[in-house]
Each structure stands twice: as structure tokens, then as C-alpha cells.
């Protein structure tokens, strides 16, 4: 089964705390994760993809294949970074194609 | 701005109602997502549809109907309306069938409250 679990509904943190936001993954096969972020149930937009292994606004994800997870980190959090955040995964079907499977989404809560 | 356009964006209307949920994609886009947004749910993938056709599904009540037009934009129907459909339905569009590496440009959704 493909599936994104997110274990935390609400973290709260404190300005300039570090932040990880988990996230874990059920696919067989090679994965495909990403984050998105949602400002103030806005539109979702996309965070950053594990495949470009790149930093954001200062957050970063590793894939870890013998953990299945892909968890999202920030050392020094902002009260800028308060948002949901929703950790995805490109499930494939057949035909080829993809559909992006999202966690249950993590509210991230910074505080002054 | 993604480029997705919905209307409307908020909409009330009683149960055992029916309510059509519009999305223009972005231009150029051939892929349309129907995505529901509920507090308890979260973000669950209703449909897919790729240049006219249906590529995958969800979990799509059998209340729910969409469908993609010629000029690519897309309709949600939503029938038989009940308490529990209140949520916010995003559309989200990308240029191939299963994205360019995975983004998806999101609209803002229709908020759809039955009352």
C-alpha cells in the first residue's frame, strides 16, 4: 500500500528553536517524496522535492530508505515558518500514472 | 498566483443538494487533481483527469462526479449533499501526466459549507 503518515497533527516551537517535522512512507519501490506548505489555508505549494536534495528557507529533508521516512528540518525556526506542512509522495498506478499522496498534514507553530 | 483558478471560493447550500465546483488550469496544463481538504481527513485524492481523460482515482465518492472539458478545464459535482462533504476541494494542475518531478500548482479551493 502507498501511504504518507505524519505522526504529529501540531508542533509548537519557539522562535530560533530547531524544528523537525516527521514523516514516514509506505511504498514499494523507489520513492518519490516531497513537502509542500500551506500558509494560512492558502494554496498549497511545493516546499522542496527529496531528488534536488536542495534547502529551502533554510529547511532540508533527507530520505532515509531503511527508515522509510523523509523528514523535514530547520535548525533555527522562524515565526514566518508557521504554517501546515504536508509531507507527499508520487505513487505510481497503472498506465504510468502518478498521483501524489499526501500525510495528514503537520501544524507548525512558532512562537514569539 | 499559481495560475489555478477555482470558483467559486466559498459556497453554502443545504444537504441532499447538488453544487458544481469549476477549475481552470494553468495554461498549457494537461493534468487536473481533485484533492478534498477536511479537518479530520486531511488532503485525500479524489481524480485525476489527463487531457480529457480520467487517469486515477481516489477515493472519489460515488456521489462525486468530474470530468475535464476540450479546453482543459474541469468540473466537480458534488450530489445528494451531506454534513460530512463540507470541506475545502482544491483542483491542482501539472504540464504531463504525472508532473514534472512531482509539483503540482494548487489553486486556492472552493470552501463548500452544507448546512
Known amino acids: 500500500a502507498q501511504r504518507v503518515t505524519q505522526p504529529e497533527k501540531l508542533l509548537s516551537v519557539f522562535k530560533g528553536a530547531p524544528v523537525e517535522l516527521k514523516c514516514n512512507y509506505s511504498?514499494?519501490?523507489?520513492?518519490?517524496l516531497f513537502w509542500y506548505v500551506q500558509y494560512s489555508r492558502q494554496r498549497l505549494q511545493l516546499l522542496l522535492r527529496?531528488?534536488s536534495r536542495e534547502s529551502i528557507k533554510g529547511f532540508t529533508a533527507d530520505l532515509n530508505k531503511g527508515e522509510t521516512s523523509f523528514h523535514l528540518k530547520k535548525p533555527f525556526a522562524q515565526e514566518e515558518d508557521s504554517a501546515m506542512y504536508y509531507c507527499?509522495?508520487?505513487?505510481?498506478?497503472?498506465?504510468?500514472?502518478?498521483?501524489?499522496?499526501f500525510g495528514q498534514g503537520t501544524t507548525l507553530q512558532v512562537k514569539p | 498566483d499559481s495560475g489555478v483558478t477555482q470558483t467559486p471560493k466559498h459556497l453554502i447550500t443545504a444537504t441532499g443538494q447538488r453544487v458544481t465546483l469549476r477549475c481552470s488550469p494553468r495554461?498549457?496544463?494537461?493534468?487536473v487533481y481533485w484533492y478534498q481538504q477536511s479537518l479530520d481527513q486531511g488532503l485525500q485524492f479524489l481524480i485525476q483527469?489527463?487531457?480529457?481523460?480520467?487517469?486515477a482515482k481516489g477515493n472519489i465518492l460515488e456521489r462525486f462526479s468530474a470530468q475535464q472539458f476540450p479546453d482543459l478545464h474541469s468540473e466537480l459535482n458534488l450530489s445528494s449533499l451531506e454534513l460530512g462533504d463540507s470541506a475545502l476541494y482544491f483542483c491542482?494542475?501539472?504540464?504531463?501526466?504525472?508532473?514534472?518531478?512531482?509539483?503540482?500548482?494548487f489553486g486556492e479551493g472552493s470552501r463548500l459549507t452544507v448546512l
Open positions: 491542482a494542475s501539472s504540464a504531463r501526466l504525472a508532473g514534472k518531478g512531482g509539483e503540482l500548482f
Open positions: 511504498y514499494s519501490g523507489s520513492p518519490e
Open positions: 527529496h531528488i
Open positions: 507527499a509522495l508520487m505513487g505510481w498506478g497503472s498506465s504510468n500514472t502518478g498521483k501524489l499522496i
Open positions: 495554461s498549457g496544463d494537461l493534468s
Open positions: 483527469y489527463y487531457n480529457g481523460e480520467e487517469r
